[in-house]
């Protein structure tokens, strides 16, 4: 018997552009959410609720909803970075199952590339965060925040380079299929050890692109999603977490899908081995490692093992994940990847991914969203989504 | 190769009282009256069980890498490190006076002090020299 879900998703949109020298933040804002609207069959006077992270323009969603035109009843704007917008579907679900709106709206967008990466460092990190003065002046980075948790990895479970080499290689298998992908090249695990080293262990291809752009999602009432047909996807589970340096006591072998993940896959009903499609965040091929670890989709440790080979290349092994070409190789708008996964997975579900990579009778998916620094101070944001027959 | 500068720190009235002692050349770390645990960074409210009974305690400099990223590309090159002090608590740092190819988790090392761009002492680690 199909599976009953609290709401779903009607309505997707990934920008094409990964370069906007030609458009502000706001019309970006416009654009994936027309796009993802008219993909819904919907219009933006049928929205009541809006949701978004706490880089927009302007206070919260106040100043895009003025601009877009939106009449809103309900407003969510959880800020866990690039996680946000997994977390955003799970909220929305929850609105949507308490009546408080019907017609979600979820959108991201951001032009890092066209303002120059001098503006992350100031957004991302807040001059009156309480841990700042412990740890600007030795000079932390994203890059070798990373690479910590990658080197204690590494020492307690003996992952190699190698291993983490073979993730980027499977998104760039994927890649090679999108025509809007950053990276387009397929790329070799020498190829990825070869690359220069950015932050040892890690090295430049075990680091995602960086992409102006954005994306937009439609969440709705089960009864909205009837009349829409059978493109609606359901969102069967959902959870967040959050996982911190708890005052000076912490383990960087883990991230925050140990909470997240349990809970979105108890609520679906579900296990990991019922998954037919993974969308995993990927900053960087650690965060792939350590998530699949955390979700359950092997045991502690073994994350290594679970990605060699081309385990994650569609049509090749037995967990395709990412098959848009992830953040690693395709995009990562505004650097906050978790937009991007909930999309590539509504595509497999429907059946609308590009045909050398889609999954055959793709019916469950999980996407999961990494925000901050992962296993440091990071958001987490996981849901499970099921095709209209699942 | 130019010298590393360090950021200044931002100061509150919550962690004055570390950078002073680190002027002094002490490492301070805050422990609570009520659970008997130490924490960093230091807050005024115990993270642990929310005491505000927390009282400054001088650590013994020492400790043990727990994780490390060189940063070769950088000019010039330095070491990330978070440090496990014998107090049980983990700060991120960094190793200096070292040979950074021959770092590696789990090595010992013990507390000195550089100086920031505006003249604070800062806490940073070489290798153990042992007593």
């Known amino acids: 018997m199909a599976r009953l879900a609290k709401a779903y998703i009607a309505g997707i949109f990934e920008h094409p552009t990964r370069k906007a020298v030609d458009k502000t933040v706001p019309m970006l804002h416009a654009e994936v959410a027309l796009g993802a609207l008219a993909d819904a069959g919907l219009s933006k006077h049928d929205v009541d609720g809006y949701f978004c992270d706490g880089s927009l323009p302007g206070l919260g969603g106040m100043a895009l909803a003025e601009y877009m035109g939106l009449d809103l009843t309900y407003t969510d704007t959880t800020e866990t970075g690039g996680s946000s917008y997994v977390i955003h579907v799970g909220h929305a679900m929850e609105a949507i199952a308490a009546g408080k709106c019907k017609v979600a709206l979820i959108t991201l967008a951001g032009r890092p590339r066209a303002e120059g990466l001098q503006k992350l460092g100031a957004r991302a990190r807040g001059e009156d965060s309480p841990e700042r003065g412990f740890e600007l002046p030795y000079g932390p980075m994203v890059t070798n925040l990373y690479a910590m948790s990658t080197m204690r990895h590494m020492y307690e479970y003996g992952t190699t380079s190698e291993q983490l080499a073979w993730i980027k290689v499977a998104a760039s298998h994927h890649a090679q299929h999108n025509e809007h992908a950053v990276l387009r090249d397929v790329v070799t695990v020498e190829d990825v050890i070869n690359s220069p080293m950015i932050a040892d262990p890690l090295h430049r291809l075990d680091c995602c692109v960086i992409s102006d752009g954005g994306g937009a999602l439609v969440v709705v009432s089960p009864e909205i999603a009837k009349s829409l047909g059978d493109r609606c996807i359901k969102v069967l589970g959902q959870g967040a977490g959050i996982k911190h340096l708890n005052g000076g006591r912490f383990d960087l072998t883990y991230t925050g899908a140990a909470k997240s993940g349990p809970i979105a896959f108890a609520e679906a009903g579900v296990t990991p081995a019922d998954i037919d499609y993974a969308s995993i965040y990927d900053s960087f091929t650690i965060t792939v490692l350590e998530t699949l670890e955390d979700l359950g989709f092997c045991e502690k440790g073994k994350g290594g093992a679970l990605v060699s080979d081309g385990n994650l290349i569609s049509g090749v092994g037995k967990l395709p994940f990412n098959t848009d070409g992830g953040g690693l190789c395709n995009n990562h708008p505004a650097n906050r990847g978790g937009m991007t996964k909930v999309i590539e997975a509504v595509r497999q579900l429907r059946g609308e991914a590009h045909p050398a990579v889609q999954v055959p009778d793709c019916r469950l998916a999980l996407a999961h969203g990494t925000g901050g620094q992962i296993s440091q101070r990071t958001g987490a944001g996981t849901v499970i989504l099921g095709s209209n027959d699942a | ?131």
Not at chain 2, 23 to 45: E, M, Q, T
Not at chain 2, 58 to 76: F, H, K, N, Q
């Open chain 2, 1 to 131: 190769m130019s010298d590393r500068i360090y950021p200044d720190p931002t100061i509150n009235l919550e962690t004055e009282c570390y950078w002073q002692a680190a002027n002094d050349g002490k490492l301070l770390v805050k422990s609570c009256n009520a659970c008997g645990k130490a924490h960093f960074y230091p807050r005024a409210i115990c993270p642990e069980c929310g005491s505000p009974d927390t009282t400054w305690t001088e650590a013994t400099g020492r400790g043990r890498i727990y994780t490390y990223s060189v940063m070769r590309r950088a000019d010039p090159p330095y070491a990330i490190a978070y440090v496990t002090l014998d107090e049980g608590v983990t700060m991120m740092s960094n190793i200096v006076e070292a040979d950074f190819d021959n770092l590696s988790v789990d090595m010992a090392v013990e507390v000195m002090f550089g100086q920031t761009e505006g003249g604070q002492a800062l806490p940073l680690f070489r290798p153990a020299r042992g007593i």
